[in-house]
């Protein structure tokens, strides 16, 4: 029984892997017929290997058959260069060898691809469980909702340390060429050195450092997702994150909830009417205060004005200073409730919220309408649906104040203005920010005809 | 490209925001450095010779409204040559900044509205920071005394004599609204004459009594409205609704309320005719009192008798301002608005005033006798 | 036409409305404004279509690429040069003109310098911005400040205390001779379209203006135009407005929302206008620095591989800006602006028609030649 060598290819490749404890590389052989197979053993599901492979390998007539047979499964895929082997067999391939043939068969063992439930943005109606932290159930969530040919996937192998699966999802028939080659060279260009999720992934695609506002829209919820794609925006995944990418996107999508789609249009509107006056507010409603109790007291109301004037009597310091710090203390509890476990939380709003407000009107180092203003605007800015956009206005706001404790009423007003500026000049992917979702916008100005 | 622009305007803005950190506070001032002026009363000055003295009414701003017992002001009083020079006098003072732009109020004395007014006016015009929607008055006692003056209904943090005057308060057709930017502008353009409210208070009872009116006319001695003929004024001239009218025929006695006025006029000069001014008024209400069970098939005879009253009410309205010389109606304005620019336009109506004639018809509709007959 | 092109001349109007506009028109109220009113309009709307239908012709291009293309330079550079000059003039009035307006009367004890600062770090900003981008801008910022004006707008047309008889008076100096002043003002006012020298940089696809287009445009500016002279006078009164510098802040300093959020109108309305004023400064800068940097060009004025041409231009626009707001008094500035309006606004009409036409014919001619060889 002539023994039959091991492919030069295995020991090559197991001579760089090692030492490894759990890479596996094994002969089979019955009646002459000889196959060799190498994985890695923590990453390939055992029962499909046992299932698909090992047992037809036994069963079958001839070395030819099951070669054919290997070469018929689904999930068998065409061999790569040396890399890029070395990095299939870590994430779960398994190499088989016949003859001189080899085979690269998919059997990774996945464990986190249960779907989650939406957790960060969560809406009454509509779709309640979010996509996974797995690539292939995410895809395979996103193919299911829509059921379109001209769905296209492309696998992009990222090029950092961890060698994820980084899929780019687009609808043939609706996309910009241009932009998604745009899309394609930020991906190819892609130089970091490590990508865990669609957070960082995204910086890395806005190339741009200093940025004020997301450029891209991260989400986690399937119908977004689809009704995007349906928009002909690009979707990209990365494996191991639970949200993805949508690209380009404008502001307005920002202030948008799914769940907008799913009521009668009076709610729609209420709630859309609400959500702006909440930007508003959580953005000027500071610098206000500012300009108002100590630059133009005179455009309050008389009453209003007597009321905070009387309320600040005896508080020590100028009315910026009042505002920075009380937002100071709401946004360290913002932070500090988001971090801690739920079970803490809610004692640390309460201990924070109430009592500092009380405690800090009675010793006289506030003024109670700063708490009820610090209060309202802590509450408007969680009704921004997206939670990026609503710390961008976050950090917006301290800007504003600044402008407005340096110009007083003239210069939030035009501060503002130089916001809307900021916005109005920034691109996502070539697609201006502030563009207003007009129809037949697109035939009037040269950029989008390009 | 974009990358030099970026960051030359980073290194401008920069130093532009340190050197501005450096020299910030010029305008900075916060709300409790600043005292509000809520009043300005202005008498003739009995120690400066020319003068005038100028009481200001300033709010003490209080830290909790809800239990403050009473109102909070404060009252400052100075003699000048003029109220530019005495509000900023005043300025040393307090410790605080003078704020004028929450004033609503200015209170003038009678014995001013006869002299030149344009030059004590002329302040909260001419500076910006004033509101031009403020109150103009006239006190019946001096200005002083009304501006100081605090009724019983006074609670804290409000004014009582602005609820008299912006319509979110009481309503009644004796209160003539005269705002400043209208003061201005009547008192600056020909063709119509200012009627300020006469402001008067009742000490014993401590409230303020505001049913009275006075025709500016600029540098002579003005005229005087009784409360009768004010109210008649002030519902013809700005609809002021809850009008009250009593009639007195024969033996029945009635008072009708009137929730709607109308009033049209047209100056008629045709060729070789007295000019004259047809004036249509119509009234609409209902019974409010009798002294006698009414019918609803008579409201229209309730209506004439009313409307004959009226129009002579009326007619006694305009024959006196007409001898008076003095046009609070804007007839002037009308004569003015209604024929081609020329140069001599206004001259012709000086004139023409003295002899016009006035041809009133009042009609009155009663819509009912109240919920009983 | 593009609704871009829209906002560039709405904006025009609006940003001027409080400016000095009204001023000059009202200074003129009886030699002649309301038929240079009636003349203007058309006058206004028909140099607008020939301005924009001659545009079209050039699809893509600004004046500068038009210039380069089918003139010589010895022509092409004074023009320019002559044409940044002006558009940076017209962006200076309006910057002067409201660093007065809230010195007067939003902080008054702010410093000039202070306030310019205010706009330098945000109109360069904007100044930089592509012309592109400048468009969107001005879309939202119109998108938001539009319901405001509508509200103040018909507040004030609703307003009992606008007094109509002034309004007629005013109209009825209609049998004077127009005035040439008045005249240039308006046409200054309608002539937003002319900023395309740069803009049709974006306009790829410029249409000529529809009949449809063209009456809306018509029907909007004449609102514009005709609130613009009448409002004011209806509130402040014919000749009481003589002395007033500026008009507009009277005229909403005279209404009140009586149960508003802020009861003074006038804040709300400086806040509206403000905005569309930095607009309004950004597009004519832009247009300006465009032009000039077209003309002037320093090729070894570099800091490592940029080139600081632009940053040095933006240095010189504000330098010369801040000296000029500083000396400069309101009565300089009218007396500037009446020159610009009245002697450099026809060079530039005649000039960029001129310029356009003569640029059509060589394309047209080259086109010839092109299809002969």
């Known amino acids: 029984m002539p023994e039959t060598k091991v492919p030069p290819l295995f020991n090559e490749l197991s001579t760089q892997l090692e030492p490894t404890e759990d890479l596996i590389q ?78 690269l068969l998919d059997i990774s063992l996945v464990s986190n691809n249960e779907v989650q439930d939406t957790m960060v943005e969560p809406t009454v109606h509509g779709p309640q469980k979010g996509i996974s932290e797995d690539i292939d159930t995410t895809l395979n969530l996103i193919r299911q909702r829509y059921r379109k040919p001209s769905l296209k996937i492309e696998t992009i192998m990222a090029d950092d340390n961890t060698n994820r699966t980084i899929a780019l999802l687009y609808d043939d028939e609706r996309i910009d060429p241009d932009m998604l080659k745009q899309v394609k060279d930020r991906l190819d260009e892609l130089d970091a050195p490590l990508i865990q999720a669609a957070g960082d992934l995204q910086h890395f695609i806005n190339k741009r450092k200093f940025t004020l ?167 408007s800015t969680f009704v921004i649906p997206i939670n990026e956009m609503s710390f961008a206005i976050r950090v917006i706001r301290l800007f504003l104040i600044v402008y407005t404790a340096l110009f007083g009423m003239v210069g939030l007003l035009v501060g503002f203005i130089g916001l809307v500026m900021l916005l109005a000049n920034k691109e996502s992917l070539g697609v201006p920010y502030l563009r207003i979702p007009w129809v037949n916008k697109n035939e009037e100005l040269r950029m989008d005809k390009r | ?57 300033l709010a003490k701003p209080a830290g909790d409204v809800k239990q403050e017992a009473a109102q909070s002001f404060s009252y400052l009083s100075h003699d000048s040559d003029s109220v530019a020079q005495a509000f900023y006098d005043m300025e040393t003072h307090v410790d605080k900044k003078l704020d004028l732009g929450h004033n609503r109020s ?23 920071g004033t509101q031009l929607i403020g109150y103009v008055a006239v006190a019946e006692k001096t200005a002083e005394e009304t501006v100081t003056f605090a009724p019983d209904t006074e609670p804290p943090a409000t004014i009582a004599l602005y609820n008299f005057f912006d319509d979110t308060g009481t309503e009644s057709p004796y209160v003539v609204t005269t705002f400043l930017f209208e003061f201005r502008r009547q008192a600056l353009s020909n ?98 009192e009798s002294n006698k069970r009414l019918k609803s098939s008579h409201l229209q005879k309730y209506g004439e008798i009313a409307a004959t009253d009226i129009e002579k009410k009326v007619m006694e309205l305009l024959t006196m301002l007409q001898e008076n010389d003095v046009d609070p109606f804007g007839f002037g304005l009308r004569y003015r608005a209604t024929r081609l620019s020329r140069k001599d336009i206004m001259e012709d109506w000086k004139r023409i005033y003295p002899e016009i004639e006035f041809n009133v018809q009042v009609k009155v509709n009663l819509k009912g006798t109240g919920i009983v007959e | 036409m593009s609704r871009f092109l829209f906002y560039l001349i709405l904006i025009n109007m609006l940003a001027n409305m409080v400016a000095l506009t009204p001023r000059i028109l009202i200074l003129g109220r009886d030699s002649g404004t309301v038929l240079s009113l009636i003349l203007a309009l058309p006058v206004g709307m028909a140099i607008t279509y020939i301005i924009i239908s001659l545009f079209t012709h050039f699809p893509g291009q600004g004046l500068p690429e038009i210039l380069r293309e089918h003139t010589p330079k010895w022509i092409a550079t004074p023009i320019l040069l002559f044409f940044s000059l002006c558009w940076y003039f017209a962006g200076l009035t309006i910057l002067i003109i409201y660093t007065f307006i809230i010195i007067r009367l939003i902080t008054p004890d702010m410093s000039i310098y202070t306030i310019v600062l205010t706009f330098i770090i945000v109109i360069t900003y904007g100044i930089v911005m592509t012309t592109r981008n400048i468009l969107y801008l001005s879309e939202v910022i119109l998108i938001m400040t539009v319901p405001f004006i509508a509200f103040i707008l018909i507040k004030g047309y609703f307003s009992p205390e606008l007094n109509w008889d002034y309004v007629r008076i005013a109209a009825m100096h209609i049998n004077q001779f127009p005035s040439y002043r008045s005249f240039s003002t308006l046409l200054y006012f309608v002539m937003g379209a002319a900023n395309l020298v740069i803009f049709n940089r974006y306009f790829t696809n410029l249409k000529k203006p529809t009949r449809k287009s063209m009456v809306l445009l018509t029907l909007i500016s004449t609102f514009i135009v005709l609130t613009t002279y009448f409002l004011p006078i209806g509130f402040g009164g014919f000749e009481a407005l003589d002395n007033v510098l500026y008009p507009w802040i009277l005229t909403s300093d005279s209404m009140r929302m009586k149960y508003g959020i802020i009861e003074r109108v006038v804040f709300v309305f400086i806040g509206t206008f403000l905005a569309l004023a930095v607009l309004s400064m950004t597009i004519i800068w832009h247009v300006s620095l465009q032009l000039l940097s077209s003309v002037i060009h320093f090729k070894h004025l570099k800091w490592r591989k940029y080139n600081l041409t632009t940053p040095l231009l933006i240095v010189c626009f504000w330098a010369i800006a801040l000296y000029i707001t500083k000396k400069i008094t309101i009565h300089g500035l009218y007396k500037s602006v009446r020159v610009f309006d009245d002697f450099f606004l026809p060079i530039i009409v005649f000039v960029l028609i001129g310029c356009l036409l003569l640029a059509k014919k060589g394309a047209a001619s080259k086109c010839r030649k092109l299809k002969k060889g």
């Not at chain 1, 988001?338 to 009675?362: F, H, N, Q």
């Not at chain 2, 010029?26 to 005038?52: H, N, Q, T």
């Open chain 2, 191 to 288: 063709g119509k004459n200012t009627v300020l409210p006469i402001i008067d208070f009742n000490e014993e009872q401590g409230h303020f009594i505001v049913n009275k009116s006075i025709v500016l006319k600029w540098g002579e001695e003005p005229v005087e409205l009784t409360s009768s003929q004010t109210k008649h004024f002030n519902s013809l001239m700005n609809k002021a609704s809850g009008f009250n009218y009593n009639i007195q025929e024969d033996d029945l006695h009635l008072v009708l309320s009137i929730d709607e006025v109308k009033m049209k006029y047209k100056i008629i000069t045709d060729e070789g005719q007295t000019p004259r001014i047809d004036m249509q008024i119509t009234k609409t209400g209902v019974v409010s």
């Open chain 1, 26 to 103: 094994t002969p089979l052989h019955i009646k002459g017929q000889h196959a060799f197979l190498l994985y890695v053993k923590s990453v390939v599901e055992g029962d499909k290997l046992q299932q698909t492979v090992i047992r037809p390998f036994f069963e079958m007539a001839s070395e030819e058959s099951f070669a054919s047979y290997i070469q018929s499964l689904p999930n068998q895929t065409k061999i790569p260069d040396k890399k890029e082997l070395l990095i299939n067999i870590s994430s779960g391939f398994v190499l088989i060898a016949i003859r001189e043939n080899h085979f």
């Open chain 2, 106 to 128: 200015i209170i003038l004395n009678k014995e001013l509205l006869s002299t030149d007014l344009d030059e004590p006016m002329d302040f909260f015009t001419r500076r910006g």
């Open chain 2, 1 to 57: 490209m974009p990358q030099t622009k970026k960051r030359m305007k980073g290194f401008y803005s920069g130093i532009i925001v340190i050197a501005l950190l450096l020299q910030t506070g010029c305008a900075f001032k916060d709300i409790d450095k600043r005292i509000f002026v809520l009043g300005v009363g202005i008498d003739p000055s009995e120690k400066v010779e020319d003068g005038l003295r100028v009481t200001l009414k």
């Open chain 1, 213 to 379: 506002f997301p450029s891209t829209l991260i989400t986690e919820r399937p119908d977004r997702i689809v009704y995007n794609l349906n928009n002909g925006k690009v979707v990209i995944a990365i494996d191991g994150s639970p949200d993805v990418i949508i690209a380009p996107v404008i502001f307005f999508d920002f202030m948008s909830s799914m769940e907008d789609n799913y009521h009668v249009f009076s709610v729609t509107a209420f709630t859309i009417f609400l959500r702006y006056t909440g930007l508003f507010i959580c953005l000027l409603l500071p610098s206000l205060y500012v300009a108002m109790t100590s630059y133009n007291p005179d455009i309050l109301r008389l009453e209003l004005a007597l009321t905070v004037a009387g309320g600040r009597i005896g508080v020590p310091y100028p009315s910026f200073i009042e505002v920075f710090g009380m937002l100071f203390f709401m946004e360290l509890l913002t932070e500090a409730s988001m971090r801690l476990p739920k079970a803490v939380s809610g004692t640390a709003t309460t201990v924070g919220g109430l009592i500092l407000g009380t405690a800090a009107t009675e010793a006289a180092l506030t003024s109670t309408i700063m708490v009820i203003i610090i209060s309202a605007v802590a509450i």
